[in-house]
C-alpha cells in the first residue's frame, strides 16, 4: 500500500515540474497546498479500495481451489518419495489432494491393508507384489483396471502377472525382478549355453583345483532354481490357451521336472554341487571365486559389487530356461470412493517415463513400462531384463500357497538322497492335493529353521505332520521338541500352507520368531489363537 501510494505521489510531482517546464514563464501556473493534499486523499482512498477488491479476489481464488478429494496411497520407503512428488501437479491438473503414507516394507503393507480395507479404513491406493493377487480377490480387496490404449506400453509378462484367472487386470505394473545367470570373468571367458556345459566348465576347474564347485543354489530350490526346472520342461500349475493358470494341472511329478531334479542329483553325486541350498553359503562362494557360477536376482546386486568379484551378468540363461518373475505394482481399494481418480493418477501421472525411470532407479529393478526400460543404464540389470524374456510369473493364484513347503521339502529330500527324484515328488504332489482339498484344513504348525531336527524333511515345511501343534482342553495348542543349541526363527501356519501365518507380533505375515539356544535344550511352544502369538518354555 504505501509502494503504491509513494508512486503516485511521485507521479504527481513529475507532472507538475513536466507542466511547469513546458509553459511560459510569464503563464507559469502555481500549485494550491490544498488542491495537492486533496488529490493525495483521493488517491488513498482509491488505493483502499482496490486493496480490499483484492483481499476479495485473493478470498474467492482461495475458494475455488479448495481440494474436492484426496487420494491416499501406501507405499514403502522406496517409493514414497517419488509418490509425494507427484501431489502438486495432480492438485494443480485435478483439484485432488495426494497423500502419500510411508507404511516402511512392503510386506507390512499388505498386512495391514487384510485389516484396514474391510473396515473402511484402507488406502485407495496401495503397492503391492503379483502372487498377492489371489488371496487379495478372494478376500475382496482389490478392484479391476482398465488402462485402455495405455496397456501397450507396458512390458507384456508384467501386465500377465497382473491378470487373474478371470481374464481382468487387478494392477498397473511398475517394476519387474527376476534370476540373472552370474559368471566369474577370471574364471570363464564366455558364459556357457547348456547346462551341461555348465557342469563340464566346473568339472574342468575342478580338476585344476581352482574352484569347489560348479555351481550352488542360494535359497530354496523351488525359486532359486527354476531356470533349470524350465529348461527341462518343468512347471508347477499348467496354463490354457490365453496363459491363465490351471490348478488342476500340476506339473512338479511330470517327466520333465523330475529330469531336472535328476540332473541336480547328478551333479551332486558327482561333487560338483552341494546338496545344502543356502542362500549365503551359495553367495559367499561365489564372492570367493570358490564357484563360477551363481544364479541371484537384483537384490544380490550391492554385496557382489561390493565383493570385490570380477563378474558379468549372461544375457540368458543356458538352455534358454526361465527364472519365475516377479511384478511389483499398485493396487486399487475397491472400497475407495474415488476408484476413477486413483486409475487416472496411476495411468496419467505414475506411468509415464519419468516416473518409471525414477522407479526404476530407486528401486533397482528393471521397469514395466517399456520407454523407461529402453533408458536403463545399469548394465547388469539391463542384462537380467533379457535373461528374464522367458520368464514365467509366479502363479498369482491362492493354491500357490499350498505348493512351497511340500515343493521344497521333496527337493531337499531329493537332493540328500533320502528318496529318488519321483518318490519325491510324486510324494509333494500328493501333499499339495491334500492341501488343495482341505485335507489338512486346522492344523495348526511351526515351520521353521528347526524343523529338520523335529523329524521333517525339510526346513520352513508348513504341512510337515512331524510339528503339527496339539490343542488341549483349554484352547491352547502346544508342541515340544528337542533342539540342539543354536539360533532358529519359526512362525505359526494354519492349515497346511502359507496362506494363513501369524509372525511375533501376532500379525499378518508378520516377522519370524527368534529362539537361541545356548545348549540341546527340549523347547515346549504354546500357541493361543486368541491373540496369534506363541510363548516358550525351555527346558
Known amino acids: ?98 497423500v502419500v503414507q510411508d507404511l516402511g516394507v512392503v510386506q507390512d503393507i499388505r498386512a495391514q491393508a487384510i485389516i484396514a480395507i474391510p473396515a473402511g479404513e484402507g488406502p485407495d491406493i496401495y503397492i503391492g507384489v503379483h502372487d498377492w493377487l489371489g488371496a487379495l480377490i478372494d478376500s475382496g480387496l482389490v478392484a479391476p483396471i482398465d ?88 512347471y508347477v500349475f499348467g496354463q490354457d490357451e490365453n496363459g491363465l493358470w490351471n490348478v488342476d494341472d500340476i506339473g512338479l511329478n511330470k517327466e520333465g521336472y523330475v529330469a531336472g531334479v535328476q540332473f541336480v542329483v547328478d551333479a551332486i553325486d558327482a561333487g560338483l554341487m552341494p546338496e545344502t541350498t543356502d542362500y549365503e553359503a551359495a553367495h559367499a562362494m561365489f564372492e570367493t571365486s570358490e564357484i563360477p557360477f551363481l544364479m541371484a536376482g537384483p537384490w544380490a546386486l550391492d554385496r557382489i559389487r561390493n565383493s570385490g568379484v570380477p563378474y558379468a551378468v549372461a ?36 506411468a509415464t517415463q519419468e516416473t518409471m525411470t525414477q522407479l526404476q532407479t530407486a528401486g533397482n529393478r528393471p521397469s514395466a513400462l517399456t520407454s523407461a526400460l529402453a533408458v536403463m543404464e545399469d548394465e547388469d540389470l539391463k542384462a537380467m531384463g533379457e535373461a528374464g524374456v522367458n520368464a514365467v510369473p509366479m502363479p498369482n493364484v491362492t493354491e500357490m500357497g499350498s505348493v512351497w513347503g511340500a515343493w521344497n521339502s521333496a527337493l531337499t529330500i531329493a537332493f540328500t538322497g533320502e528318496l529318488p527324484p519321483q ?99 527340549t523347547v515346549t511352544f504354546v500357541y493361543d489363537p486368541d491373540t496369534q502369538l506363541v510363548t516358550t518354555t525351555i527346558e
Do not use: H
Not at 511384478?327 to 501421472?349: C, I
Open 423 to 521: 518318490e519325491a515328488m510324486d510324494d509333494a504332489v500328493s501333499q499339495i492335493n491334500d492341501l488343495l482339498k482341505g485335507a489338512l484344513a486346522g492344523m495348526v504348525n511351526l515351520p521353521g529353521s528347526y524343523q529338520d531336527q523335529a523329524g521333517c524333511g525339510a526346513a520352513w515345511d508348513p504341512a510337515c505332520e512331524a510339528t503339527a501343534m496339539v490343542e488341549g482342553e483349554d484352547g491352547l495348542y502346544t508342541l515340544t521338541v528337542d533342539l540342539a543349541a543354536g539360533d532358529y526363527e519359526f512362525k505359526v501356519a494354519l492349515d497346511g500352507d502359507w496362506t494363513v501365518n501369524y509372525g511375533s507380533d501376532g500379525a499378518q505375515d508378520g516377522p519370524n520368531y527368534a529362539l537361541s539356544l545356548e545348549s540341546d535344550s
Open 1 to 98: 500500500m504505501k509502494s503504491k501510494l509513494l508512486k503516485v505521489l511521485v507521479l504527481v510531482l513529475v507532472l507538475v515540474l513536466a507542466l511547469s517546464a513546458c509553459a511560459p514563464e510569464t503563464e507559469e501556473p502555481e500549485m494550491d497546498v490544498e488542491e495537492t493534499e486533496e488529490i493525495v486523499e483521493e488517491t488513498e482512498e482509491a488505493m483502499e479500495t482496490e486493496e480490499v477488491m483484492e483481499t476479495e479476489e485473493v478470498e474467492m481464488t482461495e475458494e475455488v481451489v479448495e481440494p474436492i478429494a484426496t487420494l491416499t496411497i501406501w507405499a514403502d520407503d522406496t517409493r514414497t518419495p517419488i509418490l509425494a512428488d507427484l501431489a502438486d501437479d495432480f492438485l494443480a491438473e485435478y483439484n485432488v489432494e495426494v
Open 147 to 234: 488402462l485402455g490404449d495405455k496397456a501397450d506400453e507396458f512390458v507384456g509378462s508384467a501386465l500377465d502377472a497382473f491378470t487373474f484367472t478371470d481374464g481382468l487386470l487387478y494392477g498397473v505394473p511398475y517394476a519387474t525382478e527376476n534370476l540373472g545367470f552370474f559368471y566369474n570373468t577370471d574364471l570363464v571367458a564366455e558364459p556357457p549355453t547348456t547346462w551341461d556345459e555348465v557342469m563340464e566348465i566346473g568339472q574342468t576347474l575342478q580338476d585344476e583345483g581352482t574352484v569347489t564347485y560348479a555351481l550352488a543354489i542360494g535359497g530354496d530350490a523351488g525359486y532359486n532354481a527354476y531356470p533349470i526346472w524350465d529348461a527341462f520342461g518343468g
Open 315 to 350: 544375457p540368458f540363461f543356458p538352455d534358454e530356461g526361465g527364472p519365475f518373475s516377479g511384478v511389483q505394482g499398485f493396487f486399487v481399494n475397491p472400497y475407495s470412493e474415488n476408484v476413477a481418480l486413483a486409475t487416472a493418477f496411476l495411468t496419467e501421472f505414475v
